[in-house]
């Protein structure tokens, strides 16, 4: 990969920890100053190897790593600016939170007068202005994570990486934190790399998500398109919940195709991943693109199904049907539309459009 202007570049870089198996292979991924861009995949997909060796903590096998259009393979991590928080803490618990604040600028050997400005300006800017003499024991787990992010970001850092920082907390914490970091970075234009494996964290933090899984990018792009617009199954499946159909394309025609479903159902679907007429496939369809008893015509695929579940979830209601061959197939019914009255063994028709519908590499 060529050298680029972007402020972090990984340029084909690979990991191997045995010298014979990959964990991250021929990485080539570009970060642009005040991005807020999140590596997300399953456990042991390479997302956290890709972080520590940004941080200087692994080493690249191959390739080269830049910062700035500064190549930093041979840099020693306290020598490369960058602020880290991890799911941990890792505070000091012997030091009150100005001085946890205040370490790594007097590590800096920043004058008493500026380091205690900075540090008053980090509490204000996590809302824990009075805490400063607080002990980290004597904080919520919440406000711990807060003052970790403080002191990833009082000494200025040219970037921040976060390492699964909110995994510790309970959900509801764990959203208010996402916001708070998210707005964080929006008032200080600070570029963050964030490493998660919680789709949701993702989508609501990042300018642009790079989906990880076998120490490969399945696919990089923003939080809509890659929910909208999955390149591949995987990615389909591991953003949002997922109808997956099964069938083979029986034909192909201006970027659409005909699929023959186990049962004999013939469906219209998006070709985006599919080697051909004859090959396998796999439809990817979201739950809230299906409509209930369409009105004749009005969708271009329409299906019998027959009702196996219905459970009322306040905004929504949540209803499993069998159809075309599968029985785990999820319609989201929003209560905005009316009162949904489907009781189990009702026979119903449900639709859906064509392009909503994209056939994609076999799961088969």
């Known amino acids: 990969m060529e050298r680029n202007n972007s402020y972090v570049q990984f340029a084909d870089v690979?990991?191997?920890?045995?010298?014979?198996?990959?964990?991250?292979?021929?990485?080539?991924?570009?970060?642009?100053?005040?991005e807020f861009v999140t590596l997300l995949g399953p456990s042991g997909s390479g997302k956290t190897t890709c972080l520590m060796m940004l941080a200087g903590?692994?080493?690249?096998?191959?390739?080269?790593?830049?910062?700035?259009?500064?190549?930093?393979?041979?840099?020693?991590?306290?020598?490369?600016?960058?602020?880290?928080?991890?799911?941990?803490?890792?505070?000091?618990?012997?030091?009150?939170?100005?001085?946890?604040?205040?370490?790594?600028?007097?590590?800096?050997?920043?004058?008493?007068?500026?380091?205690?400005?900075?540090?008053?300006?980090?509490?204000?800017?996590?809302?824990?202005?009075?805490?400063?003499?607080?002990?980290?024991?004597?904080?919520?787990?919440?406000?711990?994570?807060?003052?970790?992010?403080?002191?990833?970001?009082?000494?200025?850092?040219?970037?921040?990486?976060?390492?699964?920082?909110?995994?510790?907390?309970?959900?509801?914490?764990?959203?208010?934190?996402?916001?708070?970091?998210?707005?964080?970075?929006e008032n200080l234009n600070v570029t963050v790399i964030y490493?998660?494996?919680?789709?949701?964290?993702?989508?609501?933090?990042?300018?642009?998500?790079a989906v990880f899984n076998d120490g490969i990018?399945?696919?990089?792009?923003?939080?809509?398109?890659?929910?909208?617009?999955?390149?591949?199954?995987?990615?389909?499946?591991?953003?949002?919940?997922?109808?997956?159909?099964?069938?083979?394309?029986?034909?192909?025609?201006?970027?659409?195709?005909?699929?023959?479903?186990p049962n004999g159902e013939q469906v219209t679907a998006k070709a985006v991943n599919v080697d051909g007429v004859g090959s396998q496939t796999t439809l990817s369809l979201r739950p809230e693109r299906v409509t209930v008893n369409p009105e004749s015509g009005s969708c271009a695929n329409m299906v019998e199904a027959s009702v196996e579940e219905v459970i009322y979830l306040g905004d929504h209601v949540r209803t499993r049907v069998s159809l075309c061959g599968h029985n785990d197939f999820i319609i989201k019914i929003p209560n905005a539309s009316g009162h949904v009255n489907l009781e189990y063994g009702q026979k119903i028709s449900v639709g859906w459009q064509s392009e909503d519908c994209r056939a994609l590499d076999s799961l088969v």
Request: proline residues 5%; contains cysteine; charged residues 20%.
């Open 217 to 261: 990018i399945q696919q990089l792009a923003a939080p809509g398109v890659l929910y909208e617009e999955p390149d591949n199954s995987f990615v389909a499946q591991f953003i949002g919940e997922n109808n997956v159909l099964h069938g083979k394309v029986t034909g192909l025609k201006n970027g659409s195709c005909e699929v023959e479903t």
């Open 14 to 34: 690979q990991k191997s920890y045995d010298g014979e198996s990959l964990v991250v292979k021929n990485l080539n991924l570009s970060v642009e100053q005040g």
């Open 195 to 209: 490493v998660t494996h919680d789709q949701g964290e993702a989508l609501t933090m990042s300018n642009r998500i």
């Open 57 to 185: 903590f692994e080493t690249a096998t191959h390739g080269e790593i830049f910062l700035d259009g500064a190549p930093i393979n041979n840099v020693s991590p306290h020598k490369r600016e960058i602020g880290m928080v991890f799911q941990n803490y890792a505070l000091f618990p012997h030091m009150t939170v100005s001085e946890n604040l205040a370490f790594p600028l007097r590590v800096r050997k920043l004058p008493a007068s500026e380091v205690d400005q900075r540090v008053e300006q980090a509490l204000g800017m996590v809302q824990l202005g009075e805490f400063g003499s607080r002990l980290p024991g004597q904080l919520s787990g919440g406000q711990q994570q807060r003052v970790a992010v403080a002191r990833a970001l009082v000494f200025q850092p040219k970037l921040v990486l976060m390492d699964e920082p909110l995994g510790a907390l309970d959900k509801q914490l764990r959203e208010q934190m996402q916001y708070e970091i998210k707005h964080i970075h």
